[in-house]
Each structure stands twice: as structure tokens, then as C-alpha cells.
């Protein structure tokens, strides 16, 4: 679960380095925190978000990105959303992505 600290302070630190680069001119950071951007991704597992990023962003070049820097930009949203770090990086494999549950902050 998200809750569990699935990803580290590092980590979101260069996701919003990645999202004021890459994402800023066009999103506001507004749209991926609170009740909408939640209840889109609660209950799903992790890696949709993560691939719904990867294959659409940049929208002028979507999948331009390493794949690290998709799961920093996730690892962002996260701290955005106020949810705990922990001590491992957030992976980007899609088997662990699948294996971590969007859920409400507890």
C-alpha cells in the first residue's frame, strides 16, 4: 500500500526537479493532489498511474522520459498527496508497481 512509505524524500525531491522541467508549462501541480485526483487512483494498483504518465507525458513527446524519472514524478504525487516516505525508492518494474495499492491516506 501506498501507505506503507513506498517510496523516499530523495526520490520525490527529483520528481518535482522532473515535473517543474518536463511537466510545469503545462500542468499545475493542483490536478494531481485532492478528492478528484484520489478517487481516480484509489483502489487501483500503483502502476496505472505510473503508465498512464509514461505513455502519455510529456504530451509533446510521451514516453521521452527514463523510466526512473516516471517513478520519481509518482514518487512526487505522492508527497504531494502527504503520504509517508519510507527507505526504498519507489520501483518502476511493472510487477512491483501492480504489487503497491492506491489507497486513502490513513
Known amino acids: 500500500s501506498v501507505n506503507a512509505g ?3 524524500e530523495q526520490q520525490a525531491k527529483r520528481g518535482a526537479e522532473v515535473f ?12 494531481f493532489t485532492g478528492d478528484a485526483f484520489l478517487s ?5 494498483p ?11 507525458m510529456p504530451e509533446d513527446n510521451p514516453g521521452s522520459l ?5 517513478g ?3 514518487a512526487y504525487f505522492l508527497q504531494l498527496n502527504k503520504y509517508p516516505t519510507g527507505s526504498e ?3 518502476t518494474t511493472p510487477d512491483a ?5 492506491m489507497e486513502l491516506r490513513k
Not at 508497481?97 to 495499492?101: L, V, Y
Open 6 to 8: 513506498v517510496y523516499t
Open 46 to 56: 500503483l502502476h496505472g498511474l505510473f503508465e498512464v504518465i509514461r505513455t502519455t
Open 66 to 70: 527514463k523510466p526512473q524519472q516516471y
Open 97 to 101: 508497481m501492480r504489487a503497491i495499492a
Open 20 to 31: 517543474d522541467k518536463n511537466c510545469s508549462m503545462c500542468h499545475d501541480t493542483a490536478r
Open 89 to 91: 525508492e519507489l520501483p
Open 40 to 44: 481516480a487512483w484509489v483502489g487501483k
Open 72 to 74: 520519481d514524478v509518482v
